[in-house]
């Protein structure tokens, strides 16, 4: 299993960056996803999760509006729209596949792990 993010960077307060996660060595379509974020010093949080085949989406409640998690099981991808970003969006944001169908919020509830990209928003 691998899991490989990519489209972090420097953002300006109010912008927008697009993540995504390359999947492999399992069979996508069948299990759902999500992403997590750690700021320094903090602990790993939640960001949002999707299931299966991409019909049910869970968010953060900080993230509720101006995230936007989605998949294509045709190219075993996994995709974070980020907008309206804010400083404290600054973080490592990891994706994850899920030991559950779906909605699972806790890290321990996820068994593989990317090994992250960096977001930095700032002016």
């Known amino acids: 299993v691998q899991l490989v993010e990519s489209g972090g960077g420097l953002a300006q307060p109010g912008g927008s960056l697009r993540l995504s996660c390359a999947a492999s060595?399992?069979?996508?379509?069948?299990?759902?996803m999500g992403w997590f974020r750690q700021a320094p010093g903090k602990e790993r949080e939640f960001v949002a999760a999707?299931?299966?085949?991409?019909?049910?989406?869970k968010y953060a409640d900080s993230d509720q509006g101006r995230f936007s998690i989605s998949r294509d099981n045709a190219k075993n991808t996994v995709y974070l729209q980020m907008n309206s970003q804010k400083p404290e969006d600054t973080a490592l944001y990891y994706c994850?596949?899920?030991?559950?169908?779906?909605?699972?919020?806790?890290?321990?509830?996820?068994?593989?792990w990317g090994q992250g990209t960096q977001v930095t928003v700032s002016s």
């Open positions: 994850a596949r899920s030991r559950k169908m779906f909605g699972a919020t806790m890290p321990e509830s996820y068994d593989y």
């Open positions: 060595g399992f069979t996508f379509s069948v299990y759902g």
């Open positions: 999707i299931s299966w085949g991409g019909a049910l989406t």
